[in-house]
């Protein structure tokens, strides 16, 4: 059961992350790493730039804030970190125009994919290494 909650939230950490930028947290450019991405990817203008930094920046800050935070279980951080994903989401919104905001949307989805086929490689392997080690 703990897996199946796991899960999402793992994929919600690494939807909200740049591709290969995923271990980056600690960098202390990863804010800039993250909106320079959306920038090349959603053709940002110096304006939304500069908002869309400061939003990445809350977030970065918040959900490393949360992620450091031992004092709450599993559960409530993982809807501590969806409510934070879609305060970002709402707070994006307001600052890329439709088109902008549709291809963020659809890149958050292909994340999604992504995470999910490389958790379920990871759980594979996993599964046949234990098989390999009970056949031992």
């Known amino acids: 059961m703990k897996k199946i909650f796991l899960l999402p939230v793992l994929l919600l950490t690494w939807l909200l992350l740049p591709g290969d ?3 980056a947290q600690n960098k202390p450019d990863y804010v800039k790493v993250m909106t320079d991405s959306m920038k090349s990817r959603l ?4 304006d939304q730039y500069h908002k869309v930094y400061d939003i990445n920046k809350n977030f970065s800050d918040r959900m490393t804030t949360l992620r450091k935070d031992n004092s709450i279980s599993r559960n409530e951080k993982g809807k501590q970190m969806r409510g934070i994903s879609e305060e970002r989401d709402g707070e994006l919104k307001k600052v890329l125009n439709d088109d902008q905001y549709k291809k ?3 890149n958050k ?12 490689e990871r759980h594979e392997r996993r599964e046949a290494k234990e098989k390999e080690k009970a056949n031992e």
């Open 104 to 106: 963020y949307e659809e």
């Open 43 to 46: 053709s940002l203008n110096d």
């Open 109 to 120: 989805a292909e994340r999604r994919e992504h995470a999910k086929e490389k958790y379920k």
């Open 21 to 23: 930028k995923l271990f």
